[in-house]
Each structure stands twice: as C-alpha cells, then as structure tokens.
C-alpha cells in the first residue's frame, strides 16, 4: 500500500500504481477548503464494484464513487482500471481524464449532483488548472 499526505489530504493507493501529477492539495483546496479532510483512495476493481454494490445497490464496476462522512471530510474512492477505459471512451488522455474525475467528485462532496450548475464548477475549475 502506498500513501502519501498533507495534514487534510490524504493518498491511498492500494493497486501501486503510478498516479498523475497532479496538483491535488491545491485542486482539494481549491473545491472544498483547506479545512476539509479528504482521503483519496486508489483502488482495484472488486473494491469499487463492492462499494458500489453495497452503498448505492449498482453491482458493476465504476471508475469513481465520492462518500461525504461529515461536513468538512469525505472520501473519494477511484479505480484506475475503469478510468483508463472510460478515457479511451471520451478520447481523453489517462491523466486528464483522471483530473476530470477528481474534480467531479470533488464537486459532488461540496454538496453538488448532476446538473448545468455542477458541469459550470467543474468547467471553471478544470479551467483554472489547465485540465
């Protein structure tokens, strides 16, 4: 298991692999404050299948689920495996597709559900960091 941290951003990444550099802390902050508590975690597919399964009643595989835990901590939990798919799918890059899930779930832990207004924030925001 590899981790990485700041004192309110936190990496979990059980599969090992190489992650993009990204500016995470500042995107984190930039979305939800510097005050929030966020954990990251990179993980296989029958993980997020499992919680997928179990928190939202789908039994597939997705590329990302966002799980608010109170109002200023939540946790983002991200398979590599679907999201080199889905890029491919959406003619992305691995790495800016993988920014774009970020922010979205960034987005959904700010309270945020599908919507123009959510696709506004995340556009905004992919903006600023030249996603």
Same mark, same amino acid.
């Given at each position: 298991?590899?981790?990485?941290?700041?004192?309110?951003?936190?990496?979990?990444?059980?599969?090992?692999?190489?992650?993009?550099?990204?500016?995470?802390?500042?995107?984190?902050?930039?979305?939800?404050?510097?005050?929030?508590? #966020?954990?990251? *975690?990179?993980?296989?597919?029958?993980?997020?299948?499992?919680?997928? @399964? =179990?928190?939202?009643? !789908?039994?597939?595989?997705?590329?990302?689920?966002?799980?608010?835990?109170?109002?200023?901590?939540?946790?983002?939990?991200?398979?590599?495996?679907?999201?080199?798919?889905?890029?491919?799918?959406?003619?992305?890059?691995?790495?800016?597709?993988?920014?774009? #899930?970020?922010? *979205?779930?960034?987005?959904?832990?700010?309270?945020?559900?599908?919507? @123009? =207004?959510?696709?506004? !924030?995340?556009?905004?925001?992919?903006?600023?960091?030249?996603?």
């Amino acid at each position: 298991m590899t981790s990485a941290s700041d004192s309110n951003f936190l990496i979990e990444n059980s599969v090992k692999a190489k992650l993009p550099s990204l500016a995470f802390v500042a995107i984190k902050d930039t979305v939800l404050g510097k005050k929030y508590s #966020l954990a990251l *975690h990179i993980v296989d597919e029958a993980e997020i299948k499992r919680l997928n @399964s =179990t928190y939202r009643k !789908i039994d597939e595989v997705t590329d990302i689920l966002s799980f608010p835990i109170s109002e200023d901590t939540g946790e983002i939990f991200i398979n590599l495996d679907k999201t080199k798919t889905e890029a491919v799918k959406f003619e992305r890059t691995f790495e800016n597709f993988f920014a774009y #899930l970020f922010i *979205h779930g960034l987005v959904h832990l700010k309270g945020h559900d599908h919507s @123009s =207004t959510m696709e506004s !924030i995340e556009k905004r925001i992919r903006s600023k960091f030249h996603i």
